[in-house]
């Protein structure tokens, strides 16, 4: 099951809003779980994709108000894609 679809590493939906980008355009933004640090990946300890592949330490990631940790600093690419992806400190076997 891909991550980064609009659904927390749990399956549940994200809720997301269309707000002004201050450009004329539009942007995405999640507001029932907002983000309350941008960071980047330490070396220890590792964090894991949900395919199990570890983040290499340096990449930027963020966390959630509950607690979510996912990649990037932002979850859009300039195409308005949702791109990053919930990761974890336990690492999934599939």
Avoid: C, W
């Avoid at 029932?32 to 640090?37: F, L, Q």
């Avoid at 994709?49 to 966390?63: M, Y």
């Avoid at 990649?71 to 990053?84: L, M, P, R, V």
């Amino acid at each position: 099951m891909p991550y980064g679809n609009g659904k927390d590493f749990n399956g549940r939906a994200r809720t997301v809003t269309q707000i002004s980008n201050g450009t004329g355009g539009r942007a995405n933004q999640t507001n029932d779980n907002p983000v309350i640090r941008k960071f980047f990946a330490p070396s220890n300890p590792p964090y894991y994709k949900a395919d199990g592949t570890r983040v290499r330490p340096g990449s930027p990631l963020h966390l959630h108000q509950d607690g979510t940790v996912m990649t990037e600093h932002s979850h859009t690419d300039a195409q308005g894609n949702d791109i990053s992806e919930v990761v974890t400190r336990n690492r999934r076997i599939l």
